[in-house]
């Protein structure tokens, strides 16, 4: 474990005493503006955090939580940080929640803002495959969590709490879900795939769509990095090819829903003429007239998991890491239907689906 970097080594490397360190770190007006200078860029070479909650607690804890998403319009989002919150709160913590825009350099900022504020430990729904800014807080053993997403790191994935989806099976259940009612031709609109869950879906639907012995269509496969926008002018593409898709999983359901606004708009019904998957189960897939069929993933659930594991890693409960991996769930609904006059009648022909399935409505054609 790495040593943190104290006032004393800004110091000795500044060339001052370390009260006048401490003084310039405060902005102190006796400390003049070239010495500030100096000692802020020593202090960002040794990478210094000042603990502001060692500093007024004797417990050196602040009973504050960091919670890093990408995007907080994003609807998935809400429910899971409901569930850390209340979680939290139940636990005696409080949340900060911040944004990375999908930027890893803000979250590296972002890091670095948290931990000056003296966070407990952070939990982070917003890590790539390979996070730069992942590695050091593994070094220095500072608590954190990763949920949603995790990093793809054989080296560090044993040494890393996180608490996810299976997503490779959310994946396969998806398209194995549109075989199973008659769609040969199908298109996946995934998410960004420097990110877990977008490369573990996606490896799931290939799976199935090989298993099948169905054609993985480059044609049909579009990274739309988690975009409504982008998945809504993939899918106006792919609906003008020669040879359409009759059916389309989206990998999650933001992306879901610019897929069903260009499905409508060239004229085509759903699932009449495309069928439609999302995933995530956010709550506007769910209203009357939306009904997208997706794969839940129980997100109140992950978030309060994620912060039950971070506090027990706090408060020194345990030292080895803790993966929790959930199962993921078929919710039908209206947006799925067989594609072939008559094949309602021979529905037991086709392949059974996980008993991970609520069926909440479903429509069939013919």
Do not use: W
């Not at 005493?17 to 003084?23: K, L």
């Not at 044993?158 to 075989?179: F, Q, R, T």
């Not at 879906?201 to 993985?216: D, I, P």
Request: charged share 25%; glycine share 8%; with cysteine.
């Amino acid at each position: 474990m790495l040593r943190k970097p104290t006032v004393k080594d800004i110091a000795q490397l500044a060339g001052v005493s370390a009260t006048a360190v401490s003084m310039a770190l405060r902005d102190h007006p006796r400390i003049g503006e070239a010495t500030k200078k100096r000692i802020a860029a020593v202090a960002k070479k040794l990478h210094y955090v000042p603990n502001y909650a060692a500093r007024t607690l004797k417990t050196e804890r602040s009973g504050t939580l960091g919670l890093v998403i990408t995007n907080i319009l994003n609807p998935f989002y809400p429910e899971l940080a409901k569930g850390i919150e209340e979680k939290a709160l139940e636990l005696g913590y409080n949340i900060i929640l911040c944004s990375t825009d999908y930027d890893s350099k803000r979250e590296s900022e972002i890091i670095h803002t948290l931990r000056s504020k003296g966070v407990d430990g952070i939990v982070f729904a917003s890590v790539l495959v390979n996070d730069p800014n992942i590695t050091p807080l593994v070094a220095e053993g500072f608590p954190f969590i990763l949920v949603n997403r995790r990093v793809h790191n054989r080296r560090l994935e044993k040494k890393i709490d996180c608490v996810v989806l299976d997503n490779v099976a959310g994946g396969y259940m998806a398209i194995d879900h549109l075989y199973g009612l008659g769609h040969r031709s199908i298109a996946i609109i995934t998410g960004a795939l420097d990110t877990s869950t977008a490369k573990e879906r996606t490896q799931g639907a290939r799976k199935a769509l090989l298993e099948h012995g169905l054609l993985v269509s480059a044609e049909l496969t579009r990274e739309c990095s988690y975009s409504k926008q982008g998945a809504y002018l993939a899918t106006r593409e792919m609906l003008a090819l020669q040879s359409p898709p009759t059916a389309i999983f989206a990998e999650n359901d933001y992306m879901a829903l610019g897929v069903r606004e260009a499905i409508l708009e060239c004229g085509l019904r759903i699932p009449n003429d495309v069928a439609l998957v999302g995933f995530d189960d956010i709550e506007a897939t769910s209203l009357r007239g939306v009904e997208i069929t997706t794969i839940s993933q129980k997100k109140y659930e992950m978030g309060a998991l994620a912060v039950e594991c971070l506090v027990e890693r706090i408060k020194g409960k345990r030292l080895t890491a803790k993966q929790i991996v959930l199962q993921p769930e078929v919710i039908i609904r209206m947006s799925c239907g067989f594609v072939a006059k008559g094949l309602e009648k021979h529905r037991d022909q086709f392949p059974k689906l996980s008993n991970k399935v609520s069926i909440q409505k479903e429509i069939f054609n013919g």
